[in-house]
């Protein structure tokens, strides 16, 4: 499997929670999500959630930790967080901007339903991946 294509599905969890940019009208995360992941993420309340319920203090303990092979489940595990807080948060996240995004008018009814009901699942996912699978 392609090194970029694993990087960046460990760290679509983490890149949803911090960018409402994301998703593209066809509910599939774009090229850009890599670069995003990869180029460094500012700070954002999201963010800080994220890394508050994780129990570390930077992106780069994620990044770190995910590049050496951990999954998002694993980070949790070790200071002991419960890795379904990670994925309600995650989902409440996503599904905040969805909602912000369909009340705009940026997507359309059909692409915000078809992503409303990939949510759950594609974070459970994303959260349990290990970038070395």
Request: hydrophobic content about 40%.
């Amino acid at each position: 499997m392609d090194p970029k294509k694993i990087i960046m599905i460990s760290f679509m969890a983490f890149v949803i929670a911090c960018s409402s940019s994301i998703w593209s009208n066809e509910a599939n995360a774009s090229a850009s999500t890599y670069k995003l992941a990869t180029d460094g993420l500012t700070s954002s309340p999201d963010a800080d959630d994220l890394l508050q319920a994780l129990g570390v203090e930077s992106e780069e303990q994620i990044y770190d930790a995910l590049y050496s092979g951990q999954s998002l489940a694993d980070i949790a595990s070790d200071n002991k967080v419960e890795v379904d807080q990670i994925v309600d948060l995650q989902v409440a996240q996503l599904r905040s901007q969805l909602d912000q995004r369909f009340l705009s008018g940026s997507i359309s009814l059909e692409a915000y339903q078809a992503q409303v009901e990939e949510i759950h699942d594609m974070i459970q996912e994303s959260v349990h991946r290990k970038m070395l699978q």
